[in-house]
């Protein structure tokens, strides 16, 4: 699989009004984008730092998997994403190696892009995003 670089990392947060005083004012980067994506129930707001896109998801329900997640576990890191020409292609290959995929083939995300997920259990506990290539 052809991985050409760190696109983004998710973080869960409970509410991204609360948050943008401390990314804006204190850290100094400027949110570029706020869009709710309704089919995952989420709300997110990107920041670019270099290269790498900072993605905060504000839970749009409760049921979202996003409110479990911070239900469980607390704000935090939620994924890591990574840039690949073909997220099929790469979804076929890792399947191929006995990775246990949450998306069996991509979907639209966040900022239109191509996405799909890996399983934790398959990728050192870490929940791992392919995302297209190309979006900065």
């Not at 570029?32 to 749009?60: H, M, R, S, W």
């Amino acid at each position: 699989m052809e991985i050409t670089h760190i696109d983004h990392l998710g973080i869960a947060v409970k509410s991204i009004d609360a948050c943008l005083p401390y990314y804006e004012g204190v850290l100094g980067v400027k949110c570029y984008n706020i869009e709710v994506v309704e089919d995952q129930k989420v709300k997110t707001a990107f920041f670019k730092v270099g290269e790498v896109k900072i993605e905060l998801l504000e839970p749009t329900s409760e049921d979202s998997t996003i409110a479990k997640f911070i239900e469980k576990r607390g704000e935090g890191i939620h994924h890591i994403a990574f840039a690949t020409p073909s997220v099929g292609d790469a979804l076929e290959e890792v399947s191929a190696k006995g990775v246990q995929l949450i998306d069996k083939a991509p979907r639209r995300g966040a900022e239109g892009m191509d996405i799909a997920f890996l399983h934790p259990k398959s990728t050192c506990g870490i929940l791992t995003e392919l995302c297209m290539e190309g979006n900065k």
